[in-house]
T-cell receptor, first 113, second 115 residues
Framework: QKEVEQDPGPLSVPEGAIVSLNCTYS??????FMWYRQYSRKGPELLMY????GNKEDGRFTAQVDKSSKYISLFIRDSQPSDSATYLC?????????????FGKGTMLLVSP | IAGITQAPTSQILAAGRRMTLRCTQD?????MYWYRQDLGLGLRLIHY???????GKGEVPDGYSVSRANTDDFPLTLASAVPSQTSVYFC??????????????FGAGSRLTVL
């Protein structure tokens, strides 16, 4: 079992829809949870990150972490065609010393006008 | 604009040839990384460097080598390219500390085809 699971999609929605993107993970030590957005033929860019459980909102984007279920979500309200991209979740933990990120494989989102 | 510069953007290479992908950052981040991204496999870490002068192996290091002579540069070398190394390669950097999230900044990628 991979440490981080993410449905590859594609997820197709009409403009204005609410989008829910999700990841599950197996390592309960993960503390920091990130969402990256990657446009076609570009590098990933950080959207937002959260620490431990709870919600974090940034404009139309809300990140949610449920550590008890080992489940994280990214919600996009009023989705736009410009939101069409691949969304990757990533996470890391600290146990003294340096750490590397563990990435999900990404979910492709297509928002049609 | 601060960020990461990768070169070349795209390259077609004959099998058996040596190739170096270049990566330079101007953010003075202490840590740098090389990932490859393949359809269905996601991002996989090849090598990393937490500080200048040190390197470490990631998930898929075989066939690749790196060096970190200074803070800004982190080249990735394929000593003898094979077709399975056809991929998109991303360099990334972060201000890696002992606490907090490890937030990576990525370059635009180098698309490599080995024939």
């Amino acid at each position: 079992q991979k440490e981080v699971e993410q449905d590859p999609g594609p997820l197709s929605v009409p403009e204005g829809a609410i989008v829910s993107l999700n990841c599950t993970y197996s390592n309960s030590a993960f503390q920091y949870f990130m969402w990256y957005r990657q446009y076609s033929r570009k590098g990933p860019e950080l959207l937002m990150y959260t620490y431990s459980s709870g919600n974090k909102e940034d404009g139309r984007f809300t990140a949610q972490v449920d550590k008890s279920s080992k489940y994280i979500s990214l919600f996009i309200r009023d989705s736009q065609p410009s939101d069409s991209a691949t969304y990757l979740c990533a996470m890391n933990f600290r146990n003294s010393g340096y750490s590397t990120l563990t990435f999900g494989k990404g979910t492709m989102l297509l928002v049609s006008p | 604009i601060a960020g990461i510069t990768q070169a070349p953007t795209s390259q077609i290479l004959a099998a058996g040839r040596r190739m170096t992908l270049r990566c330079t950052q101007d953010m003075r981040h202490n840590a740098m990384y090389w990932y490859r991204q393949d359809l269905g496999l996601g991002l996989r870490l090849i090598h990393y460097s937490n500080t200048a002068g040190t390197t470490g192996k990631g998930e898929v290091p075989d066939g690749y080598s790196v060096s970190r002579a200074n803070t800004d540069d982190f080249p990735l070398t394929l000593a003898s390219a094979v077709p399975s190394q056809t991929s998109v390669y991303f360099c990334a950097s972060s201000e890696q500390g002992f606490t907090g999230a490890n937030v990576l900044t990525f370059g635009a990628g180098s698309r490599l085809t080995v024939l």
